[in-house]
């Protein structure tokens, strides 16, 4: 077995003394992997008969970064878990008015005879 070139170790990438380890072509090396699979499964028919073939992917037009929660809960029918004001659905949006903090403590105060 030859001896590890300087700074090198087994199943490591090689590194130089100046620097982090070098990973030349590995992300070139992966994109082609990645295109065999995808050729391969093109041919295989696996991308035949798609749900949405040909249509426009649903909800990209409005950023939601909960997209994906959402898709989860609707597609497995998660219901109970969440508090009810967040369980609605279809209707108009919650909206609670905004209240004067100072406002409140003082009528929690005088209820509390303080």
Known sequence: MPAAAAGETEGSARTDA???PRAAGRMEQRAGWVE???D???ARGEFDHLRLAGKP???LARHDPDW???ACVEREHV???LPEALQLRGGPPVVTPLRDVEAEV???RE???R
């Open 57 to 59: 992917l649903p909800n």
């Open 106 to 108: 003082t009528a929690w």
């Open 111 to 113: 209820r509390r005879g």
């Open 79 to 81: 219901s109970g878990v």
């Open 36 to 38: 065999v699979l995808v």
């Open 40 to 42: 391969q499964a093109i």
């Open 68 to 70: 994906w929660l959402k």
């Open 18 to 20: 100046a620097g982090p």
